[in-house]
């Protein structure tokens, strides 16, 4: 879609303008995927995939579309918007910015709608959506939240519990949630307690196109589609029942005051605890840190993990420190917790986060590391614009960063360590972009004789797919090769080494950077870490050879393509404990 070109609908004579992606990146034939705007009021742009909702923009706002976090009302758009409800018609256009000359729109052959702009000698994309599983359409289904930032990903809205608690267990969230309690005008009661709203913030608002709108003031309209942001998003008035509300009320006075007073109590606790660990309490060396220096922290949360929330610390001396608080709803519990202490503990690297406290208070649990000033990988391997900062031959200085951390950890620290749970998010980033790996919840600890070669090679599949994930900017969990969700990243990396070498396989906005030479070869030997036949997979120390010599390398055989199969992988290195893991 070229510039000034456009979307549109006129009802009057049932007509509408709308893309259709192609089958394939190299077959033209019509896809599955057309992007459309719709006739609502305000109107929004919609992806269908087979004719089904797959993704939208949400509502447009005056300047923009509300269902782009990133975006907020200062934000410059390319686009315009006409909506004539006299006439029955709508459009929806783009135009280039003062800045860039040239742009176009593409819709991908997977649903990826990408926006490029000319700059100078490359095209680069600005933006590509969806980018998130919260972006897609229904995935918590109705009155279910999609939250961003956090895991699991899906919550109900308040007021209302899962419909199929069964289903939610198993992370099947589209059943949706129910109300807890009926509104009075569900019930056709006189009751003398009317219902009443409750206002969620930062949210997108939910799909109105396909359930009706609020203004027919039914009580049993549906919100499909509603996701919460980290920052930005629009605020959503909830209908509840009267009792939900006052519920409500008298939980944020009691929790507002006892959670801030507890969090502060625990923080100060932990910073004390700190200061006592960093002056020889533990085995990690002496540090000349005073209480008085320690006690002076200023806390403030900085995202939200698998373990709990995040919070980064500064001491007044300057030192900033990130505190892992463990959540009560978190996914990893108190066996967990201590075997990262155990571990981290234990263990240093350069390329391993280092470990420089903790606090067991009752029923809070605290790590307390050094802070990594640039988060994880994954914020930048799949931001469209965060991407750019890290070029190819940065992505093969984090490849070979993380192999130099496991081989320390296959063999060269004192205990031998699986990490069993590494993917991009576990990768951390210091100030220069060096890699650190994070996360040692699920690690396990074997004693020489139990290290067994099968293990290591067992464990570098996941390397593998790693090395996959940062060569091509594409997850794992959401790539369907040629539009067929059975066959994933690993089937498309396989077909490019066939095809090409394993060069198409690079994100297409690094190819200005690119080493082909370098790209190739990682490309093979992630292919190598991924066969299907776990005996000809390499270990950690024949990858870290392989990636930085010129040697000849051997052809790889064909991987596990199945989506299905490839998430059975961390099921199979849970079962590692049977060579009698050492926890002590």
Not at 91 to 119: A, P, V
């Amino acid at each position: 879609m070229l510039p000034h070109s456009s979307l549109m609908y006129d009802l009057s004579h049932g007509t509408k303008r709308v893309l259709t992606s192609w089958k394939s990146n190299s077959d033209p034939s019509p896809g599955s995927f057309s992007p459309e705007i719709t006739p609502q009021v305000p109107l929004q742009g919609l992806i269908r995939r087979d004719s089904l909702p797959y993704w939208r923009t949400g509502p447009w706002a005056e300047t923009r579309f509300t269902g782009f976090p990133q975006f907020d009302e200062t934000y410059v758009s390319p686009f315009t918007v006409v909506q004539d409800l006299a006439t029955g018609t709508g459009s929806f256009s783009y135009s280039t910015l003062r800045n860039f000359n040239l742009s176009y729109i593409t819709l991908t052959s997977e649903g990826e709608m990408k926006i490029y702009w000319d700059q100078g000698k490359r095209w680069m994309h600005h933006l590509a959506e969806p980018e998130h599983h919260c972006d897609l359409d229904g995935t918590c289904g109705p009155f279910g939240l999609c939250v961003r930032s956090s895991t699991p990903k899906c919550i109900c809205m308040k007021g209302f519990v899962p419909k199929s608690d069964e289903e939610w267990r198993r992370r099947k969230w589209t059943s949706g949630c129910v109300r807890r309690k009926q509104l009075s005008c569900q019930a056709n009661s006189q009751a003398k307690e009317t219902d009443g709203f409750y206002r969620m913030t930062n949210v997108k608002t939910p799909d109105m196109h396909q359930f009706a709108s609020f203004l027919d003031a039914k009580c049993a309209t549906k919100l499909l589609d509603t996701v919460h942001f980290l920052s930005s998003g629009e605020t959503l008035s909830l209908r509840l029942a009267r009792s939900e509300l006052a519920e409500s009320s008298l939980a944020r006075i009691i929790v507002g005051t006892a959670s801030s007073l507890s969090i502060f109590v625990i923080l100060v606790v932990a910073a004390y605890m700190l200061w006592r660990y960093r002056n020889g309490k533990n085995d990690a060396s002496k540090n000349d840190f005073e209480p008085q220096d320690i006690l002076g922290v200023n806390f403030f949360p900085i995202g939200q993990g698998g373990f709990g929330p995040v919070y980064k610390g500064n001491l007044l001396d300057g030192k900033e420190i990130a505190v892992k608080r463990l959540s009560s709803s978190s996914g990893q519990g108190t066996e967990e917790f201590m075997n990262e202490i155990t571990l981290i503990s234990k263990l240093q690297h350069r390329n391993l986060v280092r470990l420089l406290g903790y606090c067991i208070e009752r029923e809070e649990k605290l790590l307390i590391s050094e802070f990594m000033v640039n988060k994880s990988l994954d914020i930048f391997l799949f931001d469209s614009t965060l991407k750019l900062e890290i070029d190819w031959p940065k992505r093969f200085d984090i490849i070979q960063g993380i192999a130099r951390g496991l081989l320390y950890l296959h063999r060269d620290s004192r205990l031998r360590v699986i990490h069993l749970d590494l993917k991009v998010c576990n990768i951390l980033l210091d100030e220069k972009m060096n890699p650190k790996i994070s996360d040692f919840g699920l690690a396990r600890m074997f004693q020489g004789t139990q290290f067994q070669d099968n293990t290591l090679r067992v464990a570098g599949t996941f390397f593998g797919v790693l090395m996959l994930e940062i060569i091509s900017g594409k997850k794992i969990s959401r790539f369907a090769f040629g539009g067929d969700e059975s066959k994933g990243l690993l089937a498309y990396a396989w077909e490019s080494w066939y095809e090409s070498g394993g060069t198409n396989l690079l994100d297409r906005d690094l190819d200005y950077s690119c080493n082909a030479i370098e790209v190739a070869r990682c490309v093979q030997v992630g292919l190598l870490c991924v066969q299907q036949d776990a005996a000809a997979r390499p270990n950690i120390l024949e990858v870290l050879s392989m990636i930085t010599s010129t040697t000849d390398l051997p052809i790889p055989k064909q991987p596990i393509f199945a989506v299905q199969t490839q998430w059975k992988l961390l099921t199979m290195c849970h079962r590692l404990n049977i060579f009698s893991l050492s926890m002590t």
